[in-house]
């Protein structure tokens, strides 16, 4: 996917919010939320008071009544802003893909038979009436479709036939091309990438409109997003406080006509300051932001070139406390790597590594090369001139076990210890004892042993050890301390798994792992109450991470894994599962902050308007105007204009959401607390009274 860059009030985005703030007045629009449908049900009836202080003497001051009015409506156009805002990013995302679809190549070739296996050009596949063109929107599941060097993939599928280099930076944003080719876990194509090199012949398995293109447009459309649990259960219980505090500000009238009738002083509280009144003391901040929290942080996922099925998978990250990770290229770099080199007694170490770099110049594996580096690390060994030494490589072999050079009449070999020890026994040599340890060594270290010979003498050995990768280990104990565990999975054997479990410093592995084992082990784990995350890019982990409760399937990986997850890593890159449970935990911990903002700001509005609404008749609640405001009208009207510019002013928070960092939960509650619960409720103080004074200023006092 390609990333946008667009600012939290992009120019473009911020024009369009306007928009939309005043095209979600719709009723319709309103009731889907019931806080701020109460608020919009109070602007109107405030406006038709307005317009009823022209014909009636009696009453308030027109220009008070108009002005609690606007600023009514300010608070639900304030809150249509901020889910519109949100709503703005995931549409500028989703504008990225749907260009990055229409800008497959028109060159689209549909092949009804089977290749015929003999490599033909284009034109000849044409003319021979093998291949016909067809546009993307006519391809149907099953259908073979070529694409050539500079062609388009018009459709989702699976490689059935060809090896090609794929350039996927419209999907990915990557640069590097990958490899795609029939079998195994790189046969999967997406529709709307570009082949770089060779040909492909690939059958379609998504239709016209149900692409994984298609459905990550449709995804990072924000606004289509369910709600999650956690967001549905806050919303009753925003819902309930509405409720709560509308029973009994409707209490208030005849409690304020009885009042007033007893006492003999006073005036009867009018509907304009019930109204305002009720939305002040109403969860009104977080009732508005609510919706922009969560579809930003579903845009925050899609920042991070992860795609997320729904909204209930973003939170559910948050919430998970295990985490299943895959060793190879997640915990380890991907290939193992020589990190030293064992002589035999009777050998020097230079002369071991020299023997290796030989068996190794034409290798072209990661381990290979490692151990040509090595040798140029630790003796300055540089490559040597092919063409003047004349060897004669001997390339690895699944039979053999082995691969190496002959050179000079003398045959290097360098492979697994029993096949090198057959090799050297045939020649008349043996496999010295100290060398054997050696490898005995290796294997229980975790290492990978390779032997070298030369013909019938046994050199040394070679371990090549999974590398950890840096840094690792204190993410993992970063996790740790945020509650969740860490469990390595691996097809290696116990012996080798153990020692790099304890390397990297997770919390439990499972060596050997089957499709079944994984799958029994997430059941188990959930079973006990505990939420899994995992990731996985082939079809043996298709059904782990159909169980998971949040399964990130590798964009690189096979169709199965990927309609099995319900969040799609785009990058391929599977450490992006930390990343993903840290935007979870931010999604909630902003929820959370701003939630105890919006409670705890009400406390305020209690000192501005109480003393306001009921002074007259009950003077000795005068002592409850700490803020010492002008007047009534001012107190009232500063309440409620703090009340909608709050909203705006939290967007910002909202959209980037509250810093997150990995810490146990007592400090977080009490970072919380003291953040967003004393600032909640010393701002409103400073701000109401901020507007009181300019108020005053400008005569409206």
Request: glycine share 8%; aromatic share 6%.
């Amino acid at each position: 996917m390609t990333k946008t860059s667009t600012h939290l009030f992009d120019k473009k985005i911020f024009g369009q919010a306007v928009v939309a703030s005043f095209a979600k007045l719709d009723p319709r629009v309103q009731l889907r939320n019931p806080v701020m449908f109460a608020v919009y049900l109070g602007s109107i009836l405030t406006t038709a008071l307005w317009l009823n202080s022209f014909v009636s003497a009696a009453g308030e001051s027109s220009v008070f009544v108009l002005g609690v009015a606007i600023w009514l409506w300010f608070t639900v156009l304030f809150a249509n802003f901020a889910e519109a805002i949100a709503e703005g990013h995931g549409r500028a995302q989703a504008a990225a893909l749907k260009k990055s679809r229409s800008e497959v190549g028109s060159k689209r070739f549909c092949l009804p038979l089977a290749h015929s296996g003999k490599r033909r050009s284009t034109k000849e596949l044409l003319v021979d009436g093998d291949i016909e063109i067809r546009q993307a929107d006519e391809l149907r599941v099953g259908d073979l479709i070529f694409a050539e060097a500079g062609d388009a993939i018009a459709a989702d599928g699976e490689v059935v036939e060809g090896v090609a280099s794929v350039d996927e930076s419209a999907i990915t944003g990557e640069s590097a091309p990958v490899v795609r080719e029939s079998g195994g876990d790189r046969s999967s194509v997406t529709g709307g990438t570009r082949v770089i090199s060779d040909w492909l012949i690939i059958q379609v398995k998504a239709a016209p409109g149900q692409s994984f293109l298609d459905r990550m447009i449709a995804m990072v459309e924000g606004a289509k997003r369910q709600k999650t649990p956690n967001e549905i259960a806050l919303a009753i219980l925003l819902a309930a406080l509405t409720l709560i505090f509308l029973l009994v500000v409707a209490t208030l009238l005849p409690y304020s006509m009885f009042s007033v009738a007893v006492s003999g002083q006073g005036k009867v509280i009018s509907l304009t300051v019930l109204v305002a009144l009720f939305v002040c003391l109403a969860p009104t901040t977080i009732g508005a932001l609510l919706s922009a929290i969560g579809i930003a942080g579903m845009n925050r996922l899609s920042q991070a070139n992860v795609v997320a099925m729904s909204g209930r998978a973003v939170e559910a990250a948050g919430d998970v406390d295990v985490l299943l990770l895959d060793k190879t290229g997640t915990i380890t770099l991907g290939n193992r790597q020589a990190t030293q080199f064992i002589p035999a007694v009777s050998t020097k170490e230079q002369e071991l590594a020299e023997a290796a770099q030989l068996a190794s110049l034409a290798d072209e594996t990661a381990e290979g090369r490692s151990i040509v580096v090595l040798a140029k690390k630790r003796f300055g060994l540089r490559a040597r001139d092919l063409e003047q030494i004349q060897p004669h490589f001997v390339p690895f072999s699944a039979r053999t076990r082995m691969s190496g050079v002959t050179l000079d009449g003398q045959e290097i070999r360098k492979g697994a210890a029993e096949a090198v020890e057959t090799h050297v026994r045939s020649l008349g040599g043996f496999l010295p004892d100290d060398v054997r340890a050696a490898v005995q060594q290796i294997a229980k270290a975790g290492g990978t042993p390779l032997v070298v010979s030369r013909n019938a003498q046994v050199l040394g050995a070679i371990e090549l050890k999974d590398i950890v990768k840096g840094g690792i280990k204190e993410r993992f104990a970063e996790l740790r301390q945020m509650g969740i565990k860490t469990v390595m999975i691996t097809g290696d054997n116990p012996l080798t798994a153990a020692a790099i479990a304890a390397e990297a410093g997770v919390d439990d592995f499972l060596a050997e792992a089957t499709p079944e084992a994984k799958l029994s082990l997430i059941r188990e784990y959930q079973k006990g109450g505990r939420l899994v995350a995992m990731t996985g890019d082939g079809t043996n982990d298709a059904p782990a991470l159909a169980q998971a409760d949040v399964a990130v399937a590798m964009n690189s990986g096979t169709q199965a894994a990927k309609e099995a997850g319900n969040m799609v890593d785009l990058d391929s890159n599977p450490t992006k599962l930390i990343e993903i449970v840290n935007i979870g935990k931010q999604l909630l911990m902003t929820r959370g902050s701003l939630t105890t903002f919006s409670i705890a700001n009400d406390v305020a509005k209690y000192f501005a308007i109480l003393p306001a609404a009921f002074a007259a008749t009950y003077p000795a609640l005068k002592a409850l105007d700490l803020m010492r405001l002008t007047s009534p009208s001012s107190a009232i009207l500063s309440a409620v204009i703090f009340n909608a510019l709050i909203i705006i002013a939290l967007v910002p928070l909202a959209l980037k959401g509250v810093s997150y960092r990995p810490v146990g939960a007592a400090q977080l509650l009490r970072n919380n607390l003291l953040i967003y619960g004393l600032g909640g409720l010393i701002v409103p103080f400073v701000g109401i009274k901020a507007i009181d004074l300019l108020l005053s200023a400008v005569g409206l006092a």
